[in-house]
């Protein structure tokens, strides 16, 4: 307790409650720009916040994260393209609904079920991340090798096209890790005789090439998209007989939302398709779906946002992330020379709950914001393709080159780019690549460090139940299109 | 039945396309990366424990290639799932997106060059006016405000070093 309270003090300064609040606003701001997404502000924002306090720059982050996710369901509702992957879901009822006549109703259903769950996975991060770093301090090399194993394999069901080339963009980051100076032999690996490969490719480059840039080359296709805007002059809050009608839908789409998102590489746009389709499977009224239905909107609005606090759980617990967004949080607190991990919970639990903090703080700060800036958002989506993306690329430099101040990372940023475009283009995901790429260093660290405990004999790892736990879920999780195949025929 | 006679017929029906020229070029590039690992430089065994540096990523190449051979013969899996993988890449290329990657490179190969400001103001200028933007007012108001706006936010309040590049030479 006394650390919760230590962590929510940290975060009571003046200027961690703007910063928190800046977060807030470009989430919604972000999630409600078509084609800009939460995991590329926040790819832009790490090299601008690294001079920060550690605690003031992940909670902003954080706060930009938890607010993004509800941003995107705002056009999704108003002009049927969602902002972000995960309000997907919530576009096949929010915009009939809106069509209906009824936008405000939408809108505010959509914040408040985001709000529920945002705060239930919240309360679930708070008791679940502490046990889960408590039970990850016994391990050992081999046990966290298996973890990060489990978690690339659980990279194959990311959402995209095709699992094996989700497997495969994974793979490739964490080759990519492996370029620079090896650290237990100081040989070089993969460097060209470049000097500024020695160090490594540094991950902001890569993020925000990856993220942004690649987004900048598709939107270069479609840039003269028409679409067509319902009016929202404000959000309308949902009544209480109307609440206590999907009080079943909201509690059950937060508690998968939050267990899917505590999966390693599972994200929020799984957690919402999953909340919707439960919310139909469950409802009494299923014909009404697909055309306004309010069970269509709270399920997938509860399970996205909830995702979004579940993931956070294996990311501060386990140095696991548990989506594309929280691998960005996770890459900016190694930036900040944290260790994210069990150590960090049981060393540093004050600055845990700050995050805790300040996702909470961004909950409420969204639903502000949306009750009185609903109508400004919806107009946000027609700022000129042709104006803003020059814009985002201007940042997308500065935030490369200003992380190391060297015109090599601007290039890197480039090279992302074009390689995230043609990798999409080809059904390979650029959020796999990122987490393998994070994931890359604890993987080596571990493989070697547990061949080293047992004299280069692979099969005797195998003698850790927890390492062949890992391993049979590995196991299960690369297998599953086949199982989940065999029991849908059933 | 409809007989279609341009279907590819054999092995030709079992590989997709787009995909073995895929394969194709990934595995030239692991071989070529599998090379450069046997450069590495070698390790006596007592300083790398065992774990030569180069193991770790042969281990990965290996993985990958193995991955790497499915990937032409996927499309057989994915259409039982009703996903199509060519939907993305049934059309070229557009010419507006490989004139913006030439332009985008151009600027960032000038940029050493043109100095921060004028990289930034370049690229305000001919993303717009490539992309179609012909409203006057708007691309002035556009090409003089968010470059001072950015220069201003950047390079004053938070700091930044901009090189002055070409506006150095002017100044001097």
């Known amino acids: ?490 | 039945m409809i007989n279609n006679k341009n279907a590819p017929k054999g092995l030709g029906a079992l590989l997709n396309k787009n995909d073995t020229i895929i394969a194709i070029l990934l595995t030239l590039i692991i071989a070529f990366l599998w090379f450069e690992t046997t450069k590495f430089e070698k390790v006596p065994d007592l300083f790398s424990n065992n774990i030569p540096p180069e193991m770790f990523p042969q281990i990965l190449l290996i993985i990958i290639l193995g991955m790497v051979l499915i990937i032409p013969f996927e499309h057989l899996f994915l259409k039982k799932s009703g996903k199509d993988i060519d939907s993305s890449r049934k059309k070229p290329v557009e010419i507006s997106t490989i004139g913006t990657m030439v332009i985008l490179s151009t600027i960032i190969a000038s940029s050493q060059i043109l100095g921060a400001a004028l990289t930034i103001i370049a690229v305000s200028i001919s993303l717009p006016i490539y992309w179609g933007e012909r409203r006057v007012k708007v691309l002035i108001s556009y090409i003089i405000g968010f470059p001072l706006f950015v220069i201003v936010l950047f390079n004053i309040i938070l700091g930044v070093h901009f090189e002055p590049g070409l506006l150095e030479l002017i100044k001097n």
């Open chain 1, 1 to 490: 307790m006394e650390d919760i309270i230590k962590g929510i003090g940290l975060l009571l300064e003046f200027q961690n409650i703007l910063l928190i609040l800046s977060g807030v606003l470009i989430g919604v701001l972000v999630g409600a720009l078509p084609g800009l997404s939460s995991p590329m502000a926040i790819a832009l924002l790490i090299p601008f916040t690294i001079s920060l306090d550690p605690v003031a720059a992940i909670a902003m982050m954080a706060a930009l994260y938890c607010a993004g996710t509800f941003g995107g369901s705002i056009t999704a509702i108003l002009i049927n393209a969602p902002g972000a992957p995960p309000a997907v879901a919530t576009a096949l009822d929010g915009y009939p609904m809106a069509k209906n006549g009824e936008p405000g109703r939408a809108l505010g259903l959509a914040a408040v079920s985001s709000v529920f769950g945002g705060i239930f996975s919240l309360i679930i991060f708070i008791f679940a991340a502490p046990l889960l770093a408590k039970l990850a301090l016994e391990f050992g090399p081999a046990e966290y090798f298996g973890l990060a194993v489990f978690a690339l394999s659980m990279l194959a069901s990311m959402s995209g096209k095709s699992s094996l080339r989700n497997l495969i963009s994974g793979l490739v980051g964490v080759l990519i890790g492996t370029i620079g100076i090896h650290l237990t032999t100081g040989v070089e690996r993969f460097t060209f005789d470049i000097p500024d490969l020695e160090e490594g490719i540094h991950f902001v480059p890569v993020l925000i090439g990856l993220f942004a840039v690649s987004e900048l080359f598709k939107q270069s296709e479609k840039l003269n998209a028409v679409v067509e805007r319902i009016q929202a002059k404000a959000l309308r809050l949902p009544t209480l007989f109307e609440l206590k009608k999907l009080k079943y839908t909201i509690l059950r789409s937060s508690g998968i939302g939050t267990f899917i998102g505590i999966l390693p590489a599972e994200g929020s746009t799984v957690a919402a398709i999953i909340g919707y389709n439960e919310a139909r499977r469950w409802s009494k009224d299923k014909d009404n779906f697909g055309k306004g239905s309010p069970e269509g909107i709270v399920g997938p609005e509860a399970a996205n946002n909830a995702a979004a606090g579940g993931a956070m759980v294996p990311t501060l617990a386990l140095g696991i992330p548990g989506s594309g967004s929280t691998a960005l949080i996770l890459a900016a607190l190694i930036m900040h020379g944290f260790r994210p991990g069990p150590y960090l919970i049981s060393e540093t639990p004050e600055f845990v709950y700050a995050i805790f903090g300040a996702m909470l703080i961004a909950n409420l700060g969204f639903l502000f914001i949306g009750l009185v800036g609903a109508k400004f958002f919806s107009l946000v989506a027609f700022i000129p393709k042709k104006l803003l993306w020059p814009a985002v690329f201007i940042f997308s430099m500065i935030g490369s080159y200003s992380f190391a101040s060297s015109m090599f990372d601007v290039w890197v940023m480039l090279a992302a780019g074009l390689v995230g475009y043609f990798m999409d283009r080809h059904g390979f995901s650029a959020a796999p690549l990122v987490m393998g790429l994070i994931l890359g260093k604890l993987v080596e660290e571990s493989f070697s460090q547990s061949m080293i405990i047992h004299d280069n004999n692979f099969f005797a790892l195998l003698e850790s139940p927890v390492v062949l736990l890992f391993f049979v879920l590995t196991f299960l999780s690369l297998s599953s299109p086949f199982w989940t195949r065999y029991f849908s025929k059933k």
